[in-house]
């Protein structure tokens, strides 16, 4: 449940925007996000948030068929491969500055904006036998048409299911308090404690076995690198 990214913030008059890029990991997933700060004023200043980043249900757990050669580990009952675009805008305050090199600035930013979820149907290698003869077939899984996992090897290869994609649009929050050391270089150090939150109204069916529920908050740590421009 880590963040790694290159992170910006505006947080006093001698910083006018900051950019970030970086890598996001969180409980339910990981990816990549981009974030552009603008000073508005001496209280707020405004964020343009966008990222991209897996997503994994709560109850997912790898299992490897013991019964099967060339095993390989695999979620049974899991529908879809998952993705989540988040596109957002919001507020950053800083709580407490100091103007002396090496110090420490904390704030807090607040997004909230769209989430489109993307979906990959998940395939299976599947072993059968046929006249004596084991062989292995690609299989779209359903739980209609896999009532067990004995026969399962595991996933298939990953251009299985691209020509398949579906979207479901949704709606996004996150909140974070930002711990910084030397603020005012143009490259600064930072940590990050959040809570991101999706919602998808028409549902975001990830297993088959198991509640997919419409509200999916999750926690995030960050270490990030603070790019400054004027």
Partial sequence: MILWCVNGYGQSSLTSKTYSFGVVGKGNGFGVAFKKVKQSNKQFNRVYYADFTSFKHVSEAKVVN????????FVYGKLNHNGLIRLGYGVAKPLMQSNLANSLTVGFQLNSGLTIGVQRPVYLRVEEVEDNLKTVKIVKYSPQVLTSAESIVGYARNGSGWDELTVTPGVMAN???????????????????????????????????????????????????VINRG
């Fill in 175 to 225: 909140l974070s308090v930002n711990f910084t050391w030397n603020d005012y270089a143009n490259i600064a150090k930072r940590l990050e404690i959040g809570a991101m939150l999706d919602y998808f109204p028409s549902g975001f069916d990830v297993m088959a076995f198991k509640p997919n529920p419409k509200l999916n908050p999750s926690f995030f740590v960050g270490f990030m690198w």
């Fill in 66 to 73: 013991n019964k099967i050669e060339n095993r390989m580990p």
